[in-house]
């Protein structure tokens, strides 16, 4: 599961308009209205970002190659459950959840696991994926043929967070010698708007829980650099998470840093976030403030260590009787939305159904 991308130009709007009509992700006032008004306004300047990069996005690219890779991956390390499917469900654009739970169903499948590709955990990210799977399955597959079980967050697995430390460790090593030691590593994850923080979304939390985390493993290999966490891609109207990463490079240049790392920390696939807005439309920041050495590290992509990561989580979950999280379960203090309290209640059924079977 994740957030997907518009393939081509003429998928723009539509992907501008599905995410601004997802209160799970943005609350709006007469949200019907005013969110397509902010679609439109920012087709123009999304269509040009894309354009940069190539036309449109690569996620849908990468997640194919990263779920191929994975269920070779698992077939070997767990044979005793081969052979292994992967299905591609995307929050906003084709190949979206509906799409996947027809073809599951139609394909005869009997166990799913909802594998969340944000290693964090946000209501406005899989929660919203969850809340769009708990409405296809409704749909697709009333009679309940499909068994699912969930892997909604991930960030602190060793193996992620090792495959992170090897990225920027690969871009520390191209630093010169004399601001090596001392170049700011800025971790950049996207940005979420206040009032979803304030609700007691866990999001900011876990972004700080994988930060640390890769930190200690880069402490460990002996990097000490300095270190912040920003935020990035804050759009409409609302008071978002801040610093922003843009803010934090112009404040870094002013300050007398001639060089930064930047690492996409809330990724693992390259899309708009990474290929425009931090190498591109930041990169251009960065030099305009007078940072010299302006580095990024690659996103996991295809990394071999990383392909690992995802067959060892799923191995992990299947060993372990396919476990439904305690914090998936787990309200945020806030107010919810009534969807997302009734897709809770049915994870909380599959898992007893789950429970029933053994």
């Known amino acids: 599961m994740n957030m997907g991308g518009p393939r081509t130009q003429g998928d723009v709007a539509q992907f501008l308009s599905n995410i601004f009509s997802d209160r799970d992700i943005i609350k709006l006032p007469a949200q019907s209205i005013l969110g397509q008004v902010i679609a439109k306004r920012r087709v123009g300047k999304v269509k040009e970002q894309y354009m940069q990069i190539g036309g ?9 190659v990263q ?22 469900g995307f929050r906003y654009t084709a190949p979206n959840m509906p799409q ?43 009679e309940s043929t499909l068994q699912w079980s969930f892997i909604d967050r991930w960030g602190t697995h060793p193996m992620l967070v090792s495959s992170f430390a090897d990225r920027i460790e690969a871009q520390i090593n191209r630093l010169t010698a004399d601001v090596r030691p001392t170049t700011p590593i800025l971790f950049s994850a996207h940005s979420l708007p206040l009032n979803v923080v304030d609700r007691g ?32 891609s804050a759009v409409g109207p609302q008071r978002w998470l801040c610093p922003q990463t ?37 990169g251009h920041v960065a030099k305009e403030a007078g940072i ?38 787990l309200p945020d203090p806030g107010p919810e939305s009534a969807q997302t309290i009734t897709t809770r209640r049915w994870i909380a059924a599959q898992a007893a159904r789950l429970t029933a079977s053994k």
């Open 56 to 64: 449109g996005s690569p996620i849908e690219k990468w997640t194919r």
């Open 67 to 88: 779920g191929g890779d994975m269920v070779k991956r698992l077939d070997c390390i767990c044979p005793e459950t081969a052979p292994h499917n992967y299905y591609v």
């Open 100 to 142: 996947a739970v027809k073809t599951m169903v139609a394909d005869g499948v009997s166990h799913v696991i909802a594998f969340t590709q944000y290693q964090q955990f946000s209501g406005s990210t899989t929660g919203s994926n969850l809340n769009e799977l708990y409405r296809a399955q409704q749909k697709h597959d009333p």
């Open 201 to 232: 979304d866990p999001y900011v939390a876990e972004v700080g829980g994988t930060v640390a985390y890769v930190v200690n493993e880069l402490r460990r290999r002996g990097i000490e650099n300095p270190y912040r966490l920003v935020w990035q």
């Open 246 to 282: 843009e803010d934090a490079i112009k404040q870094y240049a002013r300050v007398g840093y001639t060089s930064l790392v930047m690492v996409p920390i809330a990724f693992t696939s390259d899309h708009i976030e990474t290929l425009f807005e931090l190498d591109i439309e930041y």
């Open 292 to 329: 010299n050495q302006y580095l990024r590290a690659e996103a996991l992509n295809d990394h071999p260590p990383f392909i690992d990561a995802l067959a060892t989580i799923v191995k992990e979950h299947i060993d372990a009787g396919f476990p439904t999280s305690p914090q998936l379960l």
